[in-house]
């Protein structure tokens, strides 16, 4: 994992627009130009200062071939929560890539960002996600009901949290 920069616009700007990774993003339109990526890269920049970040997930090895994103949003530093949120390009999906990237994320937002509490929205149909999150120690709260408005329509999405206390590395 890295931070995103502008080397990795045109990924971001592929990843995005794909039909399949944004099946259940509920809180954003494919993106439809390259600009929409570059947008995506600038806001992610200086994290530390804005209190939100992205990491580009690269496969290890010698063409450091990038695959998906992770990362934070939403850092209430008063009270040490923030919300996590991923994607992988599909041909990696049922891999481990998430999960190993995944650990590597909530690491850090433990020990470097001082997290308490990690929260993660899953849309209610994302059955891999939701496996994936339990596996890792989350715990399903229940429902948010009517959590994002999207193309005008409400969605709903279960919600996740893992506590620093809970937290065993897998």
């Not at 944004?22 to 947008?39: G, P, Q, V, Y």
């Amino acid at each position: 994992m890295r931070n995103v920069n502008n080397e990795d616009v045109d990924f971001i700007y592929r990843l995005f627009s794909d039909e399949r990774v944004c099946e259940f993003l509920s809180d954003e339109e494919l993106f439809i130009s390259r600009n929409d990526a570059i947008e995506f890269v600038e806001w992610n920049k200086d994290p530390e200062k804005k209190g939100y970040n992205r990491w580009v997930l690269v496969k290890k090895g010698a063409n450091q071939e990038q695959i998906g994103t992770c990362g934070y949003d939403n850092w209430d530093r008063m009270n040490n929560i923030a919300e996590i949120g991923y994607d992988l390009w599909h041909e990696y999906w049922g891999q481990g890539y998430m999960k190993e990237a995944l650990i590597s994320a909530i690491e850090s937002g433990f020990n470097h960002m001082k997290l308490n509490r990690i929260n993660a929205y899953v849309a209610l149909d994302n059955v891999n996600s939701i496996k994936l999150l339990e596996k890792l120690g989350f715990v399903n709260e229940g429902v948010y009901r009517d959590k994002h408005l999207f193309r005008g329509k409400y969605y709903d999405h279960y919600s996740f949290s893992l506590l620093k206390r809970d937290w065993n590395e897998y």
